[in-house]
């Protein structure tokens, strides 16, 4: 199956930072996904991204198939944004990378 | 829409103990995943299903181990006997593929925390 690699592996911000996550992955990838675990343990789907970006509110996701990775962009960060950020390609296997652990400190 | 709903939603047992974690995906999707989410180790996928069959259970760790779906709404992951090891936090999810189509994203239910003393 495909690698993920995500990185950085921790975050930590200040509230109102800007900052961006990234995935690589070891194949090009048709459809892919970001998902938030927020501290209550929860697995909350942000984007649902095939190429291209997307944009929801503060956050947006950048999906490059070609050149195998995307990039998650929080701006002006919030303390709810704290939690970990997944990457998975869509496949038949949903496979995880280790995902990025963001603080973000008042 | 009810989402993916997972039972119980914890469990502290006895090593050596049974072990019975609940499954309903939603309704439509015809992939269930299941996984275990360590510190050490993460997100591990243990086995998933299409349409009731399992697909892949490689991710399986060990005898101890089993999966059922016995139908389209409602799977189970037995663990037998439980070890303190096994504690962990099971995550079931779902999604349709479907043929032809770019399917749905993947839906998680909200976890069953093991805990085995």
């Known amino acids: 199956g495909i690698q993920v690699e995500q990185s950085p592996p921790d975050l930590i911000l200040q509230e109102g930072a800007n900052s961006t996550l990234r995935c690589n992955f070891s194949?090009?990838?048709?459809?892919l996904q970001w998902f938030h675990q927020n501290p209550w343990g929860q697995l909350i789907n942000l984007f649902y991204?095939?190429?291209g970006t997307k944009q929801n509110g503060r956050l947006s996701a950048t999906t490059v198939a070609t050149e195998r990775y995307s990039l998650l962009y929080i701006s002006s960060s919030q303390t709810t944004d704290s939690g970990v950020y997944f990457c998975?390609?869509?496949?038949?296997?949903?496979?995880f990378g280790a995902g990025t652990r963001l603080t973000v400190k008042p | 829409d009810a989402g993916v709903i997972q039972s119980p939603r914890h469990e502290v047992t006895e090593m050596g103990q049974e072990v019975t974690l609940r499954c309903k995906p939603i309704?439509?999707?015809?992939?269930l995943f299941w996984y275990r989410q360590t510190m050490m180790r993460g997100l591990e996928l243990l086995i998933y299903?299409?349409?009731?069959?399992?697909?892949?259970d490689s991710g399986m760790p060990e005898d101890r181990f089993s999966a059922k779906m016995p139908n389209a709404s409602f799977s189970t992951l037995k663990i037998q006997p439980s070890e303190p090891r096994d504690s962990a936090v099971y995550f079931c999810?779902?999604?349709?593929?479907?043929?032809?189509?770019?399917?749905?994203?993947?839906?998680f239910g909200n976890g069953t925390r093991l805990t085995v003393t």
């Open positions: 999810a779902s999604r349709r593929v479907g043929f032809g189509t770019t399917g749905s994203p993947l839906h």
């Open positions: 194949d090009s990838v048709n459809n």
């Open positions: 991204i095939p190429s």
């Open positions: 998975a390609p869509l496949y038949n296997d949903m496979r």
């Open positions: 309704s439509g999707h015809d992939y």
């Open positions: 299903f299409n349409n009731n069959v399992p697909i892949d």
